[in-house]
């Protein structure tokens, strides 16, 4: 299974919350078990300013660029994102998927509006993340006695194929997919700026 990440970076000397219009760096990167096979790389501009729970007006036109240039189709996409869980249930994940048709699984550091208790300590513990009621995602370990990531349910996943693919995709803490799209934004920030 092809599993791709994607991922935008901004300057990092902006400041305030986020203009329509600055300039933004894109990488995406596809890999096939523990082996990148496509990278891509955009540079754009933030379709809006930052606004929470708006992502997919700042960032969605970049993130499906830069994915529509990698040369294969992935199967699954990571993206730096909530999908069900949000105020509308409808997250940057959920957009960017149905826009390219894609499912999709959203990697957060925290959750947006669900809640749930941590997992136990060690690698592949998960516990579930609740919206009024419902499993929107989980909490996942990566790594073990490392902090979890939220794992979301996106565009044509559920929660538990959200974590199974996270978890099969994760060396480190971030998944690698979204690892490598973050570095790849972030160096092709760097060439621009210099």
Known sequence: MGVAGC??????????????????????????GKRRIAHATAIGRA?????????ALRLGALLEEVTRLLPIRPD??????????????????????????????????????????????????MSPLLLDGVVVGFWVRTRERRRPIAV????????????????AASRHRTPTPLREARRLARTTRASALH
């Open 7 to 32: 991922f935008v970076c901004f300057r990092r000397d902006h400041t305030g919350p986020g203009e329509t219009g600055e300039p933004a760096w894109g990488g995406a990167a596809l890999y096939r």
């Open 47 to 55: 379709g809006a300013p930052y606004m929470p729970g708006l992502l």
């Open 76 to 125: 699954v996409l990571l993206v730096d994102a909530t999908g069900y869980d949000h105020p509308r249930r409808s997250g940057l994940a959920r957009h960017l998927g149905a826009v390219l048709q894609l499912p999709t699984v959203g990697v957060t550091h925290r959750p947006m509006l669900a809640s749930g208790n941590w997992p136990e300590g060690h690698r592949g513990a």
């Open 152 to 167: 979301h349910a996106g565009w044509r996943t559920d929660a538990e194929v959200a974590a199974r693919v996270v978890l």
